[in-house]
């Protein structure tokens, strides 16, 4: 199968990858040609049986989807996006990215659509950012979205054109609410959530991190590894129990800024924990303010996705998929 | 204060025309200018002291958002919109209108705004089309979208576009969710709803109707004259209230087709009725299958905003307004 992954140079992207190079049968059929584009080159995983094209540019370019679309990937995995820090301080690129690109990307299927019948999978990362405080007890896929920054509003627009392309039969969607990714591997983005993962991957690494925020901010967690496998379990089930509502809530871990140092003392120690710099950034602090503490995703784990248990095998699986040396 | 209309041409413009007109007071302020744009010639209204200016064409034509909003209207009244039955037949051009259209606007008031700081109060005329069956007990503003046809995804996308716009303070928005609204005056237009209006307004008329639905449909009407009050109200209200919320579900009066037709029986007898000729049509039974019969309109009333209480006020209403003989 040819598989088309935009934002494929990122993080979830290069997780995807390396488990599909790790675990070839993932998707039940042989990956043949992988198609990775990006603003920036990606790298093509070690170990993978495939025909590898990479592909640099913005997805909102003109001609920059036909080409991408010109090769009629089997699968799209849409990971492609300017991220929230980013979106809110530059309008202007967060719409050109987050809805022009994906608009692009949706009209070149439909034109082939309209030509040959050509329908993939089209698996569209979203995010729990599409929701906004006040919250209502209850934060499943039946709460309207009520963004408070233009990324969530940018995602939740992505989410309707998904189930309306779905619905009119020119892809098979399926959008997934991915919840704020810890441990981050690398070097920090411009995502307001980063500090979640710095906290930890740097002190892991022996240097010292910024926690800009309060110990008892509670978030929505899962691993870079959940993420590869809710992609993988994307690709690969039947979607025709998700109706008209095409977005899952993604599973994941409810757990305090505490919760997480606490985890970071137990493998690593004291002094690891001492690397934790508290220095508090009123702008972060009134984004993630805005972000829920917990959500309901019961949808999603009724269609067998599943995520991380405890912030312990969050930070054993950032170690071992790193080849990070623990204290 | 200067009043900017888009879709002016349409029946909610010229009933709220018609209002302004009647009810000079009813801003609060003087109407001293209003631009009417719309696809064809608005009438300007008969009775207004103001300064008029009709303009044509295409809202998403290069240019055509930017000649409206130079005049720096202090009221934004966006009507415009290729409404639900032609939006699912044309895909394009239900985008170009419904999501293009209110993008040109919005980005001509954001230059203004990073230019001068304008900020105009911007009413955006959404619809119930946003939900989609199976619906939830209560249908209230907290329910997610989900819609079922492109209009109902593009009025949904508006909203998701109006609430940012005005998180960032570069409109004051307002967005209305338009109950079904009945009875419509004039030729039919090319809303799937549209024979909701039909079986009554034509054999008022002493003219045969067809109804392409079961007697047993129910759903959620409001007349003209109330849609042209939630205008009046929704331009004069302070908005502070609605948090990051902008639109709001209009109430309105949930009845089923066998309720209008009995109201019809009422005012204008057995002929009338007998006017009434039953042809059933699956795909506008399919459409309307998907509509709300009931909505919660209580966060709107609770703003003081109202709606019809029977049938016979409706009918009443459309007797009284367009001038017509009854029974």
Do not use: C
């Not at 040609?33 to 990006?38: H, M």
């Amino acid at each position: 199968m040819h598989i088309l992954i935009t934002g494929a140079a990122g993080m979830i992207g290069a997780k995807f990858l390396q488990r599909l190079a790790r675990d070839p049968g993932a998707l039940g059929r042989p990956v043949t040609r992988l198609t990775l584009a990006d603003a920036y080159p990606a790298a093509a995983p070690d170990g993978l049986a495939a025909a590898v094209e990479v592909r640099v540019g913005d997805l909102a370019d003109t001609g920059a989807a036909a080409a991408l679309i010109a090769g009629r990937p089997d699968l799209v995995v849409h990971l492609a996006a300017v991220v929230s820090g980013e979106a809110e301080a530059d309008f202007e690129k967060g719409y050109r990215v987050n809805v022009t690109g994906l608009t692009a990307l949706l009209e070149e299927i439909r034109a082939a659509n309209v030509a040959e019948g050509y329908r993939p999978r089209f698996i569209y990362a979203s995010s729990i950012a599409v929701h906004g405080a006040p919250f209502p007890e209850r934060l499943d896929d039946d709460v309207a979205p009520a963004p408070l920054t233009s990324y969530g509003t940018q995602k939740a627009i992505g989410e309707l054109l998904l189930a309306d392309y779905s619905r009119r039969g020119i892809v098979d969607g399926i959008g997934l609410r991915f919840p704020t990714i810890v441990i981050r591997p690398g070097a920090p983005n411009k995502a307001a959530s980063g500090f979640f993962s710095g906290i930890l991957r740097e002190p892991l690494a022996g240097k010292e991190a910024v926690l800009p925020v309060a110990d008892t901010v509670r978030h929505w967690f899962a691993s870079p590894r959940s993420a590869a496998g809710f992609l993988v379990h994307a690709a690969t089930i039947d979607l025709a129990p998700l109706g008209q509502k095409r977005t899952l809530t993604m599973p994941g871990l409810s757990a305090t800024v505490a919760e997480e140092i606490e985890a970071l003392r137990r493998f690593a120690g004291e002094a690891a924990v001492a690397l934790i710099r508290r220095e508090p950034d009123p702008a972060v602090a009134r984004i993630v303010a805005g972000w829920p503490e917990r959500l309901d995703a019961r949808r999603a784990e009724s269609l067998g996705f599943s995520a991380d248990r405890s912030f312990d095998d969050i930070i054993r699986a950032h170690v071992d998929d790193e080849g990070i040396g623990a204290a």
